[in-house]
T-cell receptor, first 114, second 109 residues
């Protein structure tokens, strides 16, 4: 089934540790996104990529980095995790950045930083 | 700053109609999206509006007024499975989505 796969599904991590959240899509979408979702707040964009080889900063990029080596994969790395990064992380993709193309979401990664 | 406002929670009865409002103030406008999100799951796309007026899709309709910075999602013939959060998002001048905090809809029998 075509779609977006995120891994891991959930993780408990000690503060200060490095962590990479994986995201893979098989829809050949050009644009990909990482969001965090916290209770009472809307989805907030961390980083995005309009096409393979390019990345950009979203609303809350500090403490996170991304890479887009190919069309399918868009990993998110927390270099040194802090408790405020406890959240649900969603990866999304769309055919293009503009137009009427909706974003399609993965099932999310629930991350707890202790 | 950019702002999307939606009611935090609404309650409706099975079989009835409910309207979920969304007002926005953003730097530019390139379309408005509505998503449904069941608890513990990913958001799923419901509708897209870029021109003023009503878009109908089965039991769900979405309306947009760009001059008023206003949209609503109308759900008819409510079913228990419609219990979910409904997210409003506006694509801004940078073609990024700005999201509201979502409206939790509770359906009672």
């Amino acid at each position: 089934i075509a779609g977006i796969t995120q891994a891991p599904t959930s993780q408990i991590l000690a503060a200060g540790r490095r962590m990479t959240l994986r995201c893979t899509q098989d829809m050949r979408h050009n644009a990909m996104y990482w969001y965090r979702q916290d209770l009472g707040l809307g989805l907030r964009l961390i980083h995005y990529s309009n096409t393979a080889g390019t990345t950009g900063k979203g609303e809350v990029p500090d403490g996170y980095s991304v890479s887009r080596a190919n069309t399918d994969d868009f990993p998110l790395t927390l270099a040194s995790a802090v408790p405020s990064q406890t959240s649900v992380y969603f990866c999304a993709s769309s055919e293009e950045t503009g137009g009427n193309q909706p974003q399609h979401f993965g099932d999310g990664t629930r991350l707890s930083i202790l | 700053g950019q702002n999307i406002d939606q009611p935090t929670e609404m309650t409706a009865t099975e079989g009835a109609i409910v309207q979920i409002n969304c007002t926005y103030q953003t730097s530019g406008f390139n379309g408005l999206f509505w998503y449904q999100q069941h608890a513990g799951e990913a958001p799923t796309f419901l509708s897209y509006n870029v021109l003023d007026g009503l878009e109908e899709k089965g039991r769900f309709s979405s309306f947009l007024s760009r001059s008023k910075g206003y949209s609503y999602l109308l759900l008819k013939e409510l079913q228990m499975k419609d219990s979910a959060s409904y997210l409003c998002a506006v694509r801004d001048s940078n073609y990024q989505l700005i999201w509201g905090a979502g409206t939790k809809l509770i359906i009672k029998p």
